[in-house]
């Protein structure tokens, strides 16, 4: 792979139908050797966590489209080698951004949660993870999520309070306005009598004003890119909201990057449909 040539994202948006790529992988160490160095990577490479967290699902029984896909993902990284995690002395104001897709496994039909933790502008912590149970709405999907960001920062806000470090309530930015209004509003719902009631302690941490949650704007969802295959255009603005950048000196050229063209017209297939989940979880430490 050393002379390959680059690609602009990890996944495509749409996936080859060739009955050939659908046979057995006739090395899986070789497979699952590239997948367990690429989860190390993605610790500090969070732009391939999504890719990571879908091949990791494949370690079983891989066929050889999901070692092809492993090499794309090297393809992408080859492109972007001098991209890393940009962190800078900022305010200590906790943030998170939390995003779900909706039954986006099409055999289990369970949902793929994703979040990101930012101190001040830096990147501190992200988990790309199979929700446990199935949704039954994208609201419940998306409640989630949001249930289990807030987790992690609680956990964050006592670490740091360990330290005699006080912090502002934290926020909580989720695009699902109903989400985000069962979260809000401690009001039971008759719709939502089927989630957990261990998932309710978000509401709990609003009321003693630790966290605070937030609407964002779809195309401003950061945490989207840690739920979803994305077109380039999208996924190059989340990739830079994300801090992952390449170097000041480097950053006038990096629009005269060449990339090779790769066709993406073929339909979604099995890829996006897997049983096991492990979690992509990183931590990033400056």
Avoid at 91 to 117: E, H, I, P, Q
Avoid at 169 to 175: A, L, M, V, Y
Avoid at 252 to 267: A, F, I, N, Q
């Amino acid at each position: 792979m050393t002379n390959c040539n680059p690609i602009q994202t990890p996944l495509p948006t749409k996936l080859p139908t060739d009955p050939s790529l659908l046979l057995p992988f006739a090395q899986p160490a070789l497979f699952r050797q590239l997948v367990g160095s690429l989860q190390y990577l993605s610790s500090i490479r969070p732009d391939i966590a999504f890719a990571v967290n879908k091949l990791c699902q494949q370690m079983h029984s891989p066929l050889i489209l999901h070692f092809q896909l492993a090499k794309r993902v090297l393809r992408y990284l080859k492109g972007t080698l001098h991209y890393a995690l940009f962190i800078s002395k900022t305010d200590l104001v906790l943030t998170a951004f939390a995003d779900s897709d909706w039954a986006g496994d099409t055999v289990v039909r369970k949902s793929t949660s994703g979040y990101c933790t930012f101190l001040g502008k830096a990147l501190i912590a992200l988990t790309v993870k199979k929700q446990s149970t199935v949704a039954r709405s994208s609201t419940e999907s998306e409640y989630r999520s949001l249930a289990a960001a807030a987790a992690d920062l609680i956990w964050i806000r006592r670490l740091c309070a360990d330290f005699d470090i006080t912090l502002p309530p934290s926020s909580i930015f989720c695009d699902s306005v109903s989400a985000l209004s069962i979260a809000q509003h401690p009001i039971f719902h008759a719709r939502t009598k089927h989630i957990e009631i261990d998932h309710h302690f978000l509401r709990d941490s609003i009321q003693a004003k630790h966290i605070t949650v937030h609407h964002v704007a779809s195309e401003d969802q950061i945490a989207d890119l840690l739920t979803k295959p994305l077109h380039y255009s999208k996924f190059n603005i989340l990739r830079t909201k994300l801090m992952v950048v390449p170097p000041i000196n480097l950053r006038d050229g990096e629009k005269h990057s060449v990339y090779s063209t790769t066709s993406e017209h073929e339909p979604r297939s099995s890829f996006y449909s897997t049983a096991a989940s492990p979690a992509v979880t990183a931590a990033v430490v400056p």
